[in-house]
């Protein structure tokens, strides 16, 4: 083609090369690329194909038989509707042409399909062919829009495909701008100016070998014109073992700098503990025991611990952290240091999401140190307090900022909660020794280290979560933190009664709310997930749906009930003062957005209603449930289908059965993961990594060879200064994954 050869002119085509220095790209293609991320001819060769056609399967119109079920692809035209002249039933036609032939098209009493149609539309045509010889037509064929044929007409989908070669053409993700079609030319092109072979693998050819997946070169030609589907199979497999490889020899780095810093030594008597845990109004479960042991170990070590505490709400994480506060609160002061001061030389820092949680740890905290002369700080945006107050010695006072900073700076102050980006940013800690974090996933080695100040020390540091994720997802983005995991929860805990309900048995929910309302109890009511790509719609459509139904159920359902809304359009101020009206008890309903995940502890809201159910996740209708497991009420969930679904087969109550039966988060997500795949995993955007990264989370094999091989690559390397390629693509990748 012609085009290829003035490409082959330019001598020198190189993977690093801006696009647009080999090809010509007007505006609105430079603005589509732009968005995809493609700017390089490297990054447009690894702009994967989404899926593949397999054109064997496809006729061309003209060689169309009477009975046969057709596939076509071609361009719509002579599009029109009458009635029919009997039984007035409208009828649509029109025809479909691919340049081979063209073929008539009717539709029966489908008039509404016609005005989704216009002529000149492209389209993929499947149904069967009917008529007779010389008058065939499809009659009622599905027809999927298409923004472009797969490949030019006379390409090769209408070349002979007898040869069984070739047949398999990719389909590209397109944007506004640019089409699948241009992104198979121009790939081709690029393989025809020979750029593959300036381009190097970074992964080691060993590492290759081991797991038999094929070179780069290979993978881009696999990938892009594979000739069997295996080959696209394995190239794929290859780029998502890379994608899971490079986070975790990120991870595997981080953790081996921290490996070789040094902490404070803390060694702590079991039986000083015992004095601590003994007075909880609570024996510790198993789970508890387990981690605070293991969590000991770490401190006694000469080397900072890393670890990560997961438990689903209400499993106690708190009671663990406060625990291994006291163990830092109340350890010796290591030497060199004075012993003005009877507790606390070394220090905790805790620091929370928001500033409501921020102050339920500090009154957690008091309950649990309030038989000792332990000093606790908090500081929010609103207001500084210590505990215990001179006058008081059970209650909390109010103190200036500047002065806990002070006494926080001096180490008077043992133990300092607050949120992350307060404490991070404003207080210099005397000797900061540990540092509990909540729900923080990005929470790196240079956090540690900014927080920690002047202090050549790294603090041990006690990450928390309650988002519940696969194994594999968990072995990848927290590859560089040890483990703990409460998966048992407290005894004598009333478990939540989940039940899922049809839209024609709401009314039932209703009646059991009230009964609870006039009990004293309070409800969440979440709405539906709206799905809509464009997140700035999408929030003003949960707004509207949020709004709507708290008026229509204070008109109709709960009409004496005081109800308002939370949402993710309110700035965080506005929420936590809704949540504060909420958990005093001035509010009787809340009605909410899924995106707003508060962790907010509300003891008295035992009743969530979760509306369009089925278009959630498990693990996040159980992150939802969460919320109403805080007290000693008897708590209910109530998962209700949206009416389109529940005529549907038996699919969606099945799956939604699996939350009345799942142990914990934790197993829910791996359903998620095997029923519905990466994409309905809680939150799973957050974590940043490609559709085909998320694809590998459900290989277990791939994500332990990945994570094996990142291992033994730092040990033997520790700061990859032999593997530049490896480290600038990690580099590239803290800057999209935010891992710092
Ligand atoms: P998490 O932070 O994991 O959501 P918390 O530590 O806040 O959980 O504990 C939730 C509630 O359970 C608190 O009221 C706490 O006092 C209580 N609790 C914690 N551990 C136990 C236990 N072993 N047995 C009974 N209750 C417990
Ligand atoms: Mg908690």
């Not at 939540?496 to 006039?518: F, G, M, N």
């Not at 969460?626 to 209700?640: E, L, M, N, S």
């Amino acid at each position: 083609m012609s085009t290829i050869s003035s490409f082959a002119m330019i001598d020198f085509m190189r993977p690093s090369d801006l696009l647009g220095t080999h090809t010509r790209l007007d505006e609105p293609h430079r603005r589509a690329l732009k968005r995809l991320g493609i700017l390089t001819v490297e990054q447009l060769l690894l702009h994967l194909p989404q899926r593949y056609e397999d054109i064997s399967s496809i006729q061309s119109v003209g060689s169309l038989q009477k009975d046969q079920d057709a596939v076509v692809f071609g361009q719509l035209g002579g599009l029109k509707t009458r009635k029919s002249w009997k039984s007035r039933t409208p009828i649509s036609e029109g025809w479909v042409e691919d340049g081979t032939a063209r073929i008539k098209i009717m539709w029966f009493n489908q008039p509404y399909l016609a005005k989704m149609l216009s002529d000149g539309m492209y389209v993929k045509v499947a149904g069967k062919v009917t008529g007779s010889e010389g008058k065939l037509y499809l009659a009622n064929p599905e027809v999927e829009k298409l923004d472009s044929l797969p490949i030019d007409r006379h390409d090769s989908i209408f070349k002979n495909t007898e040869t069984l070669d070739d047949t398999i053409y990719p389909v590209y993700r397109e944007t506004k701008g640019v089409t699948s079609k241009w992104f198979y030319h121009t790939v081709q092109k690029c393989f025809a100016a020979g750029v593959l072979e300036r381009l190097i693998d970074p992964i080691p050819a060993e590492i290759l070998d081991r797991y038999n997946l094929p070179s780069l070169q290979t993978a881009l030609i696999w990938i892009h014109t594979p000739k069997k589907p295996e080959h696209a199979e394995s190239a794929r497999k290859r780029f998502a073992f890379e994608e899971v490889f490079y986070i975790q020899t990120a991870k595997a780095k981080e953790r081996a700098a921290v490996t070789v810093s040094t902490s404070y030594v803390v060694q702590t008597a079991p039986t000083h503990l015992k004095a601590f845990t003994e007075r909880f109004p609570f024996p510790l479960t198993n789970a508890q025991h387990q981690a605070i042991t293991e969590i000991m170990k770490d401190f006694s070590g000469k080397h900072p611990m890393s670890r990560l505490l997961e438990g689903d709400v209400g499993s106690g994480k708190t009671a663990v952290a406060a625990t291994t506060a006291y163990a830092i609160a109340t350890s010796r002061p290591p030497e060199g240091i004075g012993k003005k001061i009877e507790y606390g030389n070394l220090q905790v820092a805790y620091m929370a999401p928001t500033e409501i949680l921020a102050k339920q740890h500090f009154e957690s905290f008091i309950q649990y140190f309030k038989h000792l002369p332990i000093q606790i700080g908090l500081i929010t945006g609103s207001g500084c307090y210590k505990f215990p107050s001179k006058s008081d010695p059970e209650k909390p006072t109010p103190i200036s900022k500047t002065q806990l900073l002070k006494w926080v700076k001096n180490g008077e102050i043992p133990i300092l909660i607050g949120t992350h980006a307060l404490i991070y940013k404003a207080v210099e800690f005397k000797h900061l020794a540990h540092v509990i974090i909540d729900e923080q996933h990005r929470f790196g080695t240079n956090q540690r280290r900014a927080l920690a100040k002047k202090d050549t020390r790294l603090p041990h540091l006690l990450s928390m979560t309650a988002t519940p994720i696969p194994r594999t997802l968990a072995l990848t983005v927290y590859g560089d933190l040890d483990i703990s995991l409460l998966d048992e929860m407290p005894k004598g805990r009333k478990p939540i009664i989940t039940k899922v309900v049809a839209p024609s048995q709401i009314d039932t929910v209703y009646a059991h709310v009230r009964t609870e309302l006039a009990a004293g109890r309070q409800a969440y009511i979440i709405c539906p997930r709206i799905d809509e790509p464009d997140p700035s719609k999408e929030n003003a459509l949960q707004l509207k749906s949020v709004k709507q139904e708290a008026e229509r159920l204070k008109t109709h359902v709960f009409k004496t009930a005081r109800i308002d809304i939370l949402h993710s359009k309110m700035t965080p101020k506005e929420k936590d003062a809704v949540m504060e009206k909420f958990l005093a008890h001035q509010i009787d309903i809340l009605v909410a957005t899924s995106v707003v995940e508060v962790g907010v502890n509300v003891p008295n809201a035992t009743n969530i209603i979760i509306e369009g159910a089925e278009r959630f996740g498990l693990s996040q209708l159980h992150q939802l449930r969460g919320r109403v497991i805080r007290g000693t009420h008897q708590p209910y969930c109530f998962a209700v289908t949206s009416k389109d679904s529940t005529g549907k087969s038996g699919k969606t109550l099945e799956r939604l059965k699996a939350l009345t039966e799942a142990k914990n988060g934790f197993e829910l997500a791996e359903y998620d993961l095997t029923l519905r795949g990466s994409g309905e995993l809680y939150g799973m955007k957050q974590w940043g990594l490609s559709d085909l990264g998320m694809e590998a989370l459900k290989n277990i094999k791939l994500v332990t060879a990945a994570r094996t091989e990142a291992q033994r690559l730092i040990e033997h390397d520790p700061t990859l200064a032999e593997y530049p390629l490896i480290e600038e693509r990690i580099a590239n990748l803290s800057k999209t994954l935010h891992l710092e």
